[in-house]
């Protein structure tokens, strides 16, 4: 029963996080007891997961969505905004679900692992996958990377990058048996071999450089790359994720955005979530532990979270994006 239980946890059956019997099935064993604080902090990270998903994931896919349906009459600035975006409605979907699986496991007292580590702020894609569905990639890394690597020892670094290309390839079939995540999976395994090569060479570069201009410029570098990778989740062949990218070479014309809308919702939606992963990063806009802790202000800071999302939330939007995977 007891592991039955473990397999069928409701809170992350559909998607995750991928838990460890080592972790979640002694919780299991431990009789129940009732806490309210339970309550309280599994409320308030299912009312953030909310958040991302009804106000930053599915306000942004209207606006994505309606470019890519339609992307070969798009110019190259909508197609490139469209393109950026759909990099944090991926994220504000995944770890939105994520939140709300955690908090509602915590409702019943159990604690599940967290999946996501500010991956915004990655200055390198070895430093993504580390902040990135740490669930999945820390069982690759378990259970393919490290078997792969030990056993290839004798081949020096060719065997570490072997072993990254076939963990990587199964991480793109993982998402689904299609060209598309197979590419998905060696353009990763490719930029992480990239990583391993130069990373002496970057070292090096970094102390010529002033540390906060280095870090930006790697995190903006980082995040492009993963938001053109990430074409090849939006389409479904590689025809349609060339034709995409042949989208961005055409002329910029207008923007064909509702700007009021994405002012008024995506930009202040998508601002928290970026903020909230970047102050924690850079230690800035840190309030003092006197006002995280006054009880009006936490009262207040999630009543107005509570009535943006009754505003701006989209209540007829999608499924979640790996419900599909």
């Not at 990058?161 to 060209?179: D, E, P, R």
């Not at 800071?301 to 943006?308: G, R, T």
Request: aromatic share 16%; hydrophobic share 50%.
């Amino acid at each position: 029963m007891d592991f039955s239980l473990f397999v069928l946890f409701f809170p992350k059956l559909n998607v995750g996080p991928i838990e460890r019997t080592k972790t979640l099935l002694p919780q299991i064993k431990t009789d129940r007891v009732f806490s309210a604080d339970n309550l309280i902090e599994g409320g308030k990270r299912i009312l953030w997961g909310f958040l991302k998903k009804m106000v930053i994931a599915d306000r942004i896919a209207i606006f994505v969505d309606a470019v890519y349906v339609n992307h070969e009459f798009h110019g190259g600035s909508t197609m490139i905004l469209a393109i950026l975006l759909y990099t944090l409605q991926v994220y504000a979907d995944f770890s939105g679900y994520t939140d709300i699986a955690i908090g509602t496991a915590r409702l019943f007292g159990y604690r599940l692992m967290e999946n996501f580590n500010f991956p915004l702020v990655s200055k390198n894609i070895s430093d993504f996958w580390r902040r990135w569905h740490i669930s999945l990639s820390t069982w690759v890394n378990d259970y393919l990377f490290n078997p792969i690597s030990l056993k290839r020892r004798n081949w020096g670094n060719l065997g570490v990058y072997y072993a990254l290309f076939i963990s990587f390839i199964v991480v793109g079939i993982w998402h689904g048996a299609t060209w598309n995540y197979v590419l998905f999976g060696v353009f990763q395994s490719l930029a992480l071999i990239y990583d391993m090569v130069t990373r002496k060479l970057r070292k090096k570069v970094s102390k010529k450089v002033p540390s906060l201009l280095y870090s930006l410029f790697s995190i903006a570098l980082t995040y492009i790359f993963i938001s053109f990778c990430l074409i090849l989740f939006k389409t479904p062949t590689p025809e349609q994720a060339l034709s995409v990218l042949q989208s961005i070479a055409s002329p910029p014309g207008d923007l064909s955005i509702d700007r009021a809308s994405m002012i008024l919702f995506v930009t202040i939606g998508g601002l928290v979530l970026v903020i909230s992963d970047f102050r924690t990063e850079f230690k800035f806009l840190q309030l003092p532990q006197h006002i995280k802790n006054n009880w009006m202000f936490q009262q207040i800071s999630y009543a107005v979270m509570l009535i943006y999302l009754l505003v701006a939330g989209v209540f007829d939007g999608g499924q979640f994006i790996y419900f599909q995977f």
